[in-house]
């Protein structure tokens, strides 16, 4: 689904880049700690609150700062009807983009609940919006600090004033590392049909790779629509806005080139692997087996043309994402289904090592200042945060969506089939992973939750290649002059990924290539490598407390 989007840490990757928001934040509305009304009851952190607060009825108003975020109405599908009727809650969803973030934060007057992208520079500033999440919890619900959220996670939020305001969604903890409750979000796919009918080759050696694309192209050169086969294709680049699609950081993890050495940040653009495989590719694009498209073409169209079979082989970052566009292919022709293969490797043919989440996770979700009902927003993060409310958000009802067997979650197969065949009616009826804010994703994988059909045995290939980066978490410098300076630098490094794939020569290739990495101080590359090491220093430090 869309929405389940787990960012791989990489160097310079523009996927990482936070939008600013830089709008004037208010107090106006804004409530005290000193101001918070007594609880409703005598808390108990053995039980979470909202089990002792069902006669009371509330309505809370929830932010989410993504434009495509839209849900069919509390209580109309299965996961909000048992919230609702767990906790006597009504909870109106709105969704907006960065302007409407800052518009909300200028005026003051805030909706209760908030979730952004945790790279937001208005992030650092959240004491000025939002309550204390441990303030609230301590005084209404401490079930949330003794039993629901990770106390790693705790830990990595807690400020420098030992408040932790914002809570994240995915956070992946050094524990969930330990137990195997992670899914690796990276891939390297083939046709199958395609791929055995010339012999499953090898596709992880740059001879392997390039005499692949060539026989796809032999035996298949049009698609069952007339459409061109495209030997290979990667999640699009945005040339425009420094995005490298699976061309930077995906590709240098494929081929097991670490981020960090001894603690500080490694080069991997200079190295022999990654520029060796950058010439595989020159070599893909001059033989027609990479098309302009892969220039020009936005990520959704490019997966459009994936769910039409269009492409023999691709590398990409996001497999979750790629749900709807397999069920699609898989329902036009089951013949024709993906699988994923060993793709890319380094001289040593070492596996590549991805990042399988990370401790900050994607957003933030914040109970803001001018709530009137803290007790009862506090609360419904404590629900969802919880393992309980995990399993309600992710599996829905027992009985019902799902049942337990053998200690793990078998969906309903009216349930599997609805999940596997229309994902939008089942966004819209079920809402299985629509209310990912704050739960508990490694618990959700503990319990039994697999990927879809579509795309499970992707992110099955992907499980046994996953360790931890934390020491590189938002190493990324995302305001002043570093900030903007990135940006460009970004910016122009894609630029170059794109010219040297199109460059007539080898020659010619390595050149740009070369002419790039000289020009990087053109935009303060030493500055930004200081700021980046500092912060790795940072987390360590961070992560040694823990």
Not at 98 to 121: H, Q, R, V, Y
Not at 194 to 215: K, V
């Amino acid at each position: 689904m869309k929405f389940m989007k787990k960012l791989s840490v990489g160097f310079l990757s523009a996927a990482l880049l936070a939008t600013s928001v830089t709008g004037t934040i208010s107090n106006v509305n804004a409530m005290s700690v000193d101001e918070l009304p007594e609880s409703r009851f005598e808390v108990d952190p053995a039980t979470p609150s909202w089990q002792k607060d069902t006669e009371y009825p509330a309505k809370l108003t929830w932010y989410v700062n993504f434009d495509w975020y839209a849900q069919p109405g509390w209580g109309m599908d299965t996961v909000t009807a048992k919230i609702k009727e767990d906790m006597n809650i009504e909870v109106e969803f709105i969704s907006g983009n960065d302007e409407n973030l800052n518009t909300m934060l200028a005026g003051g007057d805030l909706p209760d609940i908030i979730t952004f992208d945790k790279n937001l520079s208005v992030a650092s500033e959240a004491n000025k919006f939002a309550l204390p999440l441990n303030v609230l919890a301590e005084k209404y619900d401490p079930y949330w600090l003794e039993e629901a959220a990770k106390p790693e996670t705790l830990l990595w939020y807690t400020e420098e004033d030992g408040n932790i305001y914002g809570y994240p969604s995915f956070s992946t903890t050094a524990q969930d590392y330990e137990d195997g409750n992670i899914f690796g979000d990276q891939v390297f796919i083939v046709r199958q049909d395609i791929y055995e009918a010339i012999g499953s080759p090898d596709m992880s050696t740059p001879e392997g790779f390039l005499q692949a694309l060539r026989d796809a192209k032999e035996y298949m050169p049009q698609t069952d629509d007339g459409a061109e086969l495209v030997g290979f294709g990667s999640t699009a680049v945005d040339i425009a806005n420094g995005g490298d699609g699976a061309w930077g950081g995906i590709l240098q993890d494929f081929l097991n080139i670490a981020p960090t050495v001894d603690g500080q940040v490694y080069d991997r653009d200079s190295d022999e692997e990654y520029i060796t495989w950058l010439e595989v590719l020159r070599q893909a694009y001059n033989d027609g087996l990479i098309t302009d498209d892969q220039f020009s073409d936005n990520d959704n169209t490019m997966k459009e043309k994936l769910g039409q079979g269009r492409y023999f082989a691709y590398l990409h970052t996001n497999t979750k994402g790629l749900n709807e566009f397999m069920s699609d292919n898989n329902a036009r022709n089951p013949e024709q289904t993906y699988i994923a293969v060993d793709g890319p490797k380094n001289s040593n043919g070492d596996n590549p090592t991805f990042s399988g989440g990370n401790i900050g996770g994607w957003t933030q979700t914040f109970i803001t200042t001018s709530t009137e009902e803290p007790q009862k927003a506090m609360e419904l993060i404590t629900y969802l945060t919880s393992q309980y409310g995990t399993m309600v958000a992710t599996f829905g009802v027992e009985g019902e969506t799902y049942n337990i067997v053998d200690g793990q979650v078998e969906y309903s197969e009216e349930t599997e089939a609805l999940r596997n065949s229309d994902i939008a009616r089942f966004d819209k009826e079920v809402g299985l992973g629509s209310y990912w804010f704050v739960l508990d994703d490694n618990f959700a994988i503990e319990m039994g939750q697999k990927p879809a059909t579509s795309i499970r045995q992707m992110v099955e290939w992907a499980a046994d290649k996953v360790a931890p980066r934390f020491e590189t978490e938002d190493m990324n410098p995302t305001t002043g002059s570093e900030g903007r300076n990135l940006t460009q630098l970004n910016i122009a490094r894609v630029q170059a990924l794109a010219a040297y794939i199109q460059a007539p020569t080898a020659e010619e290739g390595r050149q740009i290539w070369e002419d790039y990495l000289a020009s990087r101080e053109n935009y303060g590359y030493s500055q930004i490598l200081e700021y980046q090491n500092a912060k790795i220093a940072e987390n360590l430090q961070k992560l040694s407390a823990e």
